[in-house]
């Protein structure tokens, strides 16, 4: 299967040789321009191998019994993802490890499909679909192609040489010692190649069941930008189809994790946890539980985290489930709806976000952009006026104890009133929306014939009063609940307790995401909420322009 760019899907390359991080690059560039998604990598270490390649013929006979073997592979794999990363970010590339621990072993893909085998130096063409039909187990090989890239490194100009670079340890103290039963945990949020070192090194050091814990909601509430983590669901998923992809011998373990240490203090099997620099206290701090409980003390090995070098300001110098989530502000998450209710132009977005959440500052960002903007609220405070008949049912239901000194409709009394009352809430929002839903459509087209094509309508209550269906598009400007409170607190001199009141009124952000096609967060500076505005706003208007002929007309 090919993509719409010629590329195919999901490939093999048989990576024949000992690389160094220019010559792995190099092939992994010319590996990238024909796979699309997901790259499967084998190192071909055996007879095939060429001359010079001492290491590989040494890791296939000798396996991982040798301290100096296994940080070898360690070492490898670690210049692998790396060098994966910083050359195809966009490819899902996977080092299958099964051969690196059995070089006799075959390797099971049982339920993918194979687009391309791609081969280097050291592999004849005619002998490639019996070598890979010998150790692999795919769902079919039925047209697969195969392709030679060794002539299109060379035409790019890179350095063929199959020298290995020495490398030093990551953690010098590490016992680089194998054991039956092997732990790890973690969020897993958005796999990425960070994951892939951590689950790899300890796919090394395990001989027979890795435990893996993966944490619930409970334990993620306090991260950046919580509510975008996938769910637990997903997140297992994803890492069953990485664990079974690159290593199937193991017996793999994956457990909810509800709080720090999960099964690394209750299993009683485990003698190894598999940590990063960021997490090796809390390593320590296994060892000092299991003690306690009389159990025994693990080998804990650490790794060194990975560096992201494609960070922008305000994101984490290291690559992580943070800083991917925190790239993801500001683009565009699915396309707009196909409704031949919606016209062509103008173009409405909704906004929308929970209370303090900063959707009034990204509706002004807008607006310096080009947008045409409708404010809700201020909708909202017309439709009280004094002989509307909004006015007047209301002061027919509660009595004109809701009215101030001057005869309007005093909003604060009349939010006392209905803010604990659920059922007077009803009768009130049930009488509010239509009429700011007509003054919202008759702003709109009042703002297109002023020559405004994309507008914004910002409201509060978009979900709620289902104002989002009249979008094109739906976009959310998300806060923690922590930082939701304190800004409350500041603006509106109340107390906390009262923030949380309101807050709890709202629908919740888990439900906005649900309809989000993109998402702000307000939390950092200035300049960053810049950022996140301008790539959504640049993207939207490539967007009309390259699909403006299919747009929907009345």
Known sequence: MTTSSSRYCTGLLLLCGNCNSKRLSAVLKAASKHVAQTL??????????????????????????????????????????????????????????????????????????????????????????????????????????????????????????????????????????????????????????????????????????????????????????????????????????????????????????SDPCGPSITDENIQCIVVSKETEKGGLFVNEERLRKGMNKLDVHTISLLSDGQREINECDKLSSTAIRMKELGKRKRFSIDDSSLSKLPYVVGLTGGIASGKSSIAKRLQKLGAGIVDCDKLGHEVYAIGTNVFERIVEHFGRSVMADDGRIDRKILAAIV??????????????????????????????????????????????????????????????RKEAVKRIVSRDAVDEDVAQRRIDQQTTNVERLKHANVVFCTLWNEEYTQSQVERAWFDLQTYIRQTAISLPLH
């Open 40 to 257: 499967y990598v084998q190192h071909v270490g055996d007879e095939r191998s060429s001359g010079n390649d001492r290491e590989s013929r040494r890791l296939s006979v000798t396996g991982l019994k040798d301290v100096g073997v296994l940080r070898a592979c360690s070492r490898r794999m670690w210049s692998f993802y790396t060098t994966a990363y910083e050359t195809c970010p966009s490819v899902d590339v996977r080092l299958l490890m099964t051969n690196v621990k059995d070089a006799r072993a075959a390797c099971w893909l049982p339920d993918k499909r194979l687009d391309v085998v791609l081969t280097t130096i050291g592999f004849p063409p005619a002998d490639v679909l019996p070598y890979v039909r010998s150790k692999f187990v795919v769902e079919s090989f039925n047209d697969v192609a195969v392709m030679d890239i060794e002539g299109q490194i060379k035409s790019d100009g890179h350095q063929v040489d199959d020298c290995e670079e020495e490398e030093e340890d990551t953690v010098q103290r590490n016992t680089w010692t194998r054991h039956d039963n092997v732990c790890l945990g973690g969020t897993f949020d958005r796999l990425h190649v960070g994951h892939k070192i951590l689950l790899s090194e300890a796919i090394l050091l395990c001989r027979k069941r890795l435990v893996i814990g993966i944490t619930v909601e409970e334990l993620n509430k306090n991260k950046v930008l919580s509510e975008l983590i996938d769910s637990i669901d997903v997140r297992t998923e994803s890492l069953q189809s990485f664990l079974y992809d690159v290593d199937l011998t193991l017996d793999y373990c994956i457990v909810p994790m």
């Open 419 to 480: 803010f604990d009352n659920k059922k007077e809430l009803h009768w009130l929002n049930a009488l509010l929306w239509p009429e700011i839903r007509k003054l919202k459509n008759e702003a709109i087209d009042r703002l297109f014939r002023d020559g405004f094509e994309v507008i914004v309508v910002e409201a509060a209550v978009m979900i709620e009063s289902g104002w989002h269906r009249d979008m094109h598009e739906l976009w959310v400007s998300i806060i923690s």
